[in-house]
């Protein structure tokens, strides 16, 4: 578990951070205003967790174009201080990590809102699916959805192009095509 955080260095807004005398507690609650840093904090939490540092150098602060980017952390049961640095992009021991994180990196993943949610652009959520399953399950149905549609505007043409014709029992028909067109009988 991270008990401080000692430095954070050219990372997003966070240009020469040192928080050494304010220790993490087993859940932590960060809040605060906009462009103060929460972002930030969240993508490195989430690039030691999945110890994946490009979106880190990404996020190299504007007026430290030279300087090295790099954080260093220390643990509660571990004296030894752990650290990244963009020089390397290499970590000294962040793989045994297990840190969870809930920011917009979480909801990209794990929420599908059937809009795009990014860092520059949060939606409301009034529909939504928690979890990767559930969002590969939604995405089906979205597909299938999009084939059902294109399948109704065909038979909406061939139903204009029979149209001259008398006797034709066009549910049946389009529940014919239907079936076809999604791979049943």
């Known amino acids: 578990m991270i008990k401080t955080i000692d430095k954070i260095k050219s990372i997003g807004c966070l240009k020469d951070c040192d928080w050494s005398s304010n220790e993490f507690g087993k859940t932590t609650l960060i809040y605060g205003d906009n462009t103060m840093g929460k972002t930030t904090l969240c993508d490195i ?109 065909e038979i909406s043409t061939k139903k204009y192009n029979l149209s001259q014709y008398k006797g034709i029992d066009y549910d049946l028909y389009k529940k014919k095509v239907l079936c076809q067109m999604l791979g049943g009988g």
């Open 45 to 153: 939490f989430d690039s030691m967790s999945t110890n994946n540092f490009n979106k880190l150098v990404e996020r190299k602060s504007i007026e430290s174009n030279n300087d090295t980017q790099e954080f260093t952390i220390t643990l509660f049961d571990n004296p030894t201080k752990l650290s990244w640095s963009s020089n390397s992009n290499q970590s000294s021991d962040l793989n045994d990590l297990s840190i969870k994180v809930f920011g917009t990196g979480f909801i990209q993943k794990n929420i599908f809102t059937n809009s795009s949610v990014s860092t520059e652009n949060e939606k409301n959520f009034t529909d939504f699916i928690v979890g990767r399953i559930g969002i590969k399950l939604k995405e089906q149905i979205l597909s299938k959805k999009d084939k059902k549609r294109l399948v109704e505007n």
